[in-house]
């Protein structure tokens, strides 16, 4: 009975590693595989820091919203990209990397334009807290006005009337959390990736 029980002890810890160890995978191999013609926006909202990745095949953009010294977002980088090419910034933060500007016009690289709310690839345009003429809406703390777009992201952090008065005005809509990372990605078409 001894020897049952152990065994049963030694099957449930095995299972429990082998959980662990899949679901652990999912995070450390976030590595985005993207065509040529594609671009992914990672949503990286953390505890201090507000930023988004900009991947493409070859490169690497990051685009710091918020940063208060989030030791994290390092860290979360590094699971979705190797190296940083160039640091866009709505102020200036003491960030770690070598090339980073502030966005006060439009900058382009390649085929992406940034801007200061926004960030243009062939014909998609992707706002953040705006709602002009965007395809992608990225809303950290709301804006008025009626939202026309195709997909609505917003943070957790909003307040539940915003976010009810959203829903009733457009379908397409992901609440981004912390610690979940959204990729928006962008090509012929658009498509939404979920990391936990």
């Known amino acids: 009975m001894k020897k049952l029980v152990f065994i049963l002890f030694l099957l449930i810890i095995n299972f429990y590693l082998l959980y662990f160890k899949i679901s652990s995978i999912d995070t450390r191999n976030a590595k985005l595989r993207l065509r040529k013609d594609e671009l992914g926006i990672v949503i990286l909202y953390l505890e201090q820091s507000t930023s988004l990745l900009i991947k493409k095949a070859d490169y690497s953009l990051l685009y710091v919203i918020e940063y208060h010294g989030d030791n994290d977002l390092y860290e979360t980088i590094n699971l979705f990209a190797e190296n940083i090419d160039y640091v866009f910034m709505w102020e200036e933060y003491d960030l ?90 962008l090509g012929s078409d658009h498509g939404l990736i979920k990391v936990k």
Do not use: P
């Open 96 to 185: 770690q990397y070598s090339y980073k500007v502030v966005v006060d016009g439009s900058i382009s690289i390649n085929d992406i334009i940034i801007e200061k709310n926004s960030i243009r690839y062939q014909n998609h345009s992707f706002c953040i807290d705006t709602i002009g003429e965007c395809d992608y809406i990225y809303l950290i703390r709301g804006v008025d006005g009626k939202v026309n777009a195709k997909m609505v992201l917003h943070n957790d952090s909003l307040s539940s009337s915003y976010v009810k008065g959203i829903y009733d005005n457009w379908g397409e809509i992901y609440k981004v959390r912390r610690s979940t990372y959204i990729t928006l990605i």
